[in-house]
């Protein structure tokens, strides 16, 4: 493909939409249409985006080029597809009169992968129907069913079908090929059964006990978020009855792989099997598809009941279900016995240093024979490197005295104590940290000034601190408690045998100290949440105090203006008519007698007289008027002036 820019012909930006192009994504098709139509000696460049077409040329194709170039792409895509599904071997030839309806069926056999329109490079068995049969009719009618999604029980898978009439039976027949019919796709062998319908095809299940339609279903729901096509499975074997005790450990990532080690037959099986599966991480999928998942859980026969554990990953664990360790023991008609559980525990994450600790769950499943011939394990880690995986491997490397194989031969139940030896003693730390993180807010609290460093230090952040963790060390008390009851159980199972060095009481004893630490850290963040919220109560009352004090000097304050304004109120109005009236005559009233120097009154001044006083009277009793009006009725005994005022209800 060219990248210069022909300076002669300048290119122009010009797009395809997948309408136009059916969907084909490749880029190699679009290019060889550009050679076509532009020739080799112009320059040109291509890009797809989103399945649209997006290309530089000296100008647009048009809608008849691209559609023309459509078909003719659908008979050479259809003839490469069927060279490659050709076998050059001696056998019979299709004939062309085939009978009428007859058909050349091209299926995908499994291998190679694609999610494009053409998938050129998947491989196909070709079979052909009715070809003893005669026709008159050359056109032979021919189904390319190309399956582009995941073979998965329950999901839809998307089936395009091309219909190619003439051009691919001519293509078959040209040059004389022999064409051999391969067989077409046999059926599952009979360890892997009715492998899409389990539970179902399990011969120990109860139906009514068991909703097996309802969990098929719920697997195929939780599917995605669960399992992945990334096949990444360890089998540990041991083995016993055949020569001094052995263990070997082998890793697979191929499905195909897999399903020759769940083939092998019942007198070849080791006395035990561990299937060792894992996700990348706790919130990813487990690296196994969900159709080798069903085969193994059909080929072993697994207890339904553990289903519930299974579903449990592909997520981390769920603090509504922090109680629940799915535990379940069941004993079968021969004697053998189903046992699967769950068990949470914390681990060192190496990430955050606010946040260190992760909680996490490894699941697992034991299949007991009692003719002692076959035990099935089965583990679910949440992490590709495990502690309890590497242990696992490290017994195919012969890091078992022979005396210990021997044991755990004798008695596999004891491989059950491998996730508490492992994991169990990180709970010590994490509280520890749990511990470390209380004491620093417990200072706080406990060292406070209410007087100078409250209103800093108690704050909704700190609170809200204690109260999440409180809510943890609930949820890690109940993880503990479904530990103990998963103990619990497999002390009651009578051919476990957990006596001795095997005992498991080291292990209660554990877990109940642990309970009881985390009760009474609980106790102690409930105590220190309290009186923070004491704290703050009393603070709140100082404040308050203080704010109602300050309020009260106001209101004081207040009080005594007011009273000073209202006697010079009293004042003014005393004056004010007088100052009124002196100013209304002026100086006229008065004269000053040079003879006696004094001042003279006019006789007429008892006309100020009886004008002032007067209207001094009338000032006072409008004031009071307009006091009474606006007192609430119940200081003056209600509106005196009448029914113009406002109206009161009065109780009984």
Not at 32 to 54: A, H, P, V, Y
Not at 340 to 357: G, I, L, V
Request: some cysteine.
């Amino acid at each position: 493909m060219a990248s210069s820019q022909d300076e002669a012909s300048p290119l122009q930006e010009y797009i395809l939409t997948p309408d136009q192009t059916r969907y084909i994504v490749k880029e190699r098709y679009l290019q060889e249409l550009l050679d076509q139509k532009f020739g080799q000696g112009i320059d040109f460049k291509i890009s797809t985006k989103s399945q649209r077409w997006r290309y530089w040329a000296p100008k647009e194709l048009t809608a008849d080029e691209v559609k023309d170039w459509i078909s003719e792409l659908d008979a050479r895509v259809a003839r490469e597809n069927a060279q490659r599904a050709v076998t050059a071997n001696v056998g019979t030839p299709i004939s062309p009169d085939a009978a009428v309806g007859g058909r050349v069926m091209m299926q995908p056999t499994g291998s190679g992968t694609g999610r494009s329109r053409y998938l050129s490079h998947q491989e196909f068995n070709l079979t052909a129907g009715d070809e003893a049969a005669n026709t008159k009719s050359r056109a032979q009618l021919i189904i390319v069913k190309l399956n582009i999604c995941r073979d998965a029980p329950g999901s839809r898978s998307t089936i395009i079908q091309l219909r190619i009439f003439e051009i691919m039976n001519n293509v078959l027949h040209s040059n004389n090929v022999p064409l051999s019919p391969l067989p077409s796709r046999t059926s599952d062998p009979p360890e892997l059964a009715q492998w899409r319908e389990y539970p179902a095809c399990i011969r120990n299940c109860n139906a009514i006990t068991t909703h097996t339609s309802s969990l098929s279903a719920q697997m195929s729901a939780l599917s995605p978020g669960l399992f992945s096509e990334d096949i990444n499975v360890h089998i540990i074997d041991f083995e016993n009855r055949k020569g001094p005790p052995a263990c070997t450990a082998d890793i697979y990532e191929k499905a195909a792989d897999v399903e020759r080690v769940l083939l092998q037959q019942d007198a070849v099986l080791p006395r035990i099997r561990i299937l060792s599966l894992h996700s990348a991480k706790s919130p990813l999928p487990l690296k196994i598809s969900e159709t080798l998942m069903r085969k193994i859980l059909t080929r072993y026969q697994v207890d339904p009941n553990f289903l519930p554990v299974l579903y449990s990953f592909g997520d981390v664990p769920h603090l509504a279900e922090s109680g629940s360790s799915n535990a379940s023991s069941q004993t079968i008609d021969d004697g053998s016995r189903n046992l699967s559980y769950q068990t949470r525990y914390s681990e060192k994450n190496h990430r955050a240093a606010d946040s260190p600790w992760s909680i996490r769950q490894t699941g697992v499943y034991h299949h007991h024979s009692s003719s002692k011939e076959f035990d099935l394990f089965i583990f679910l880690h949440p992490l590709s490197d495990s502690v309890l995986e590497r242990q696992l491997l490290a017994f195919g490397g012969q890091q078992l005295r022979p005396s210990d194989l021997s044991s755990i031969c004798n008695n596999p139940y004891r491989l059950h104590i491998l996730p508490y030896t492992m994991y169990l003693h990180n709970w010590r730390w994490y509280f520890r940290y749990l511990g470390n993180e209380f004491q620093k807010k417990n200072d706080q609290v406990m060292t406070l000034d209410l007087q100078r460093t409250a209103a800093v230090i108690l704050n909704f952040d700190k609170v809200q601190g204690l109260r999440n963790l409180e809510d943890a060390v609930l949820s890690l008390s109940a993880y503990c408690k479904g530990s103990l009851r998963v103990i619990e159980t497999m002390q009651k199972i009578p051919e476990a045998d957990f006596q001795g060095v095997w005992s498991l009481e080291s292990y209660v004893a554990q877990l109940v100290g642990y309970i009881e630490n985390l009760s009474v850290l609980t106790s102690r963040i409930g105590n220190t949440i309290n009186l923070f919220a004491y704290a703050l109560d009393l603070k709140n009352q100082d404040t308050a105090a203080n704010t109602n004090d300050h309020v009260s000097k106001l209101a004081e304050a207040s009080t005594r203006d007011t009273a000073a304004v209202k006697w010079i109120t009293y004042l003014t109005l005393f004056y004010l008519p007088g100052s009124f009236i002196a100013t209304l005559y002026g100086m006229n009233l008065f004269a000053f007698d040079q003879a006696t120097r004094r001042f003279v009154i006019a006789k007429d001044f008892w006309i100020y007289i009886v004008t002032w006083i007067p209207l001094t009277l009338l000032t006072f009793l409008g004031y009071g008027l307009l006091v009474l009006r606006h007192k609430p009725p119940q200081e003056n005994g209600g509106p005196w002036w009448g029914k113009s005022g406002p109206k009161y209800l009065k109780g009984p």
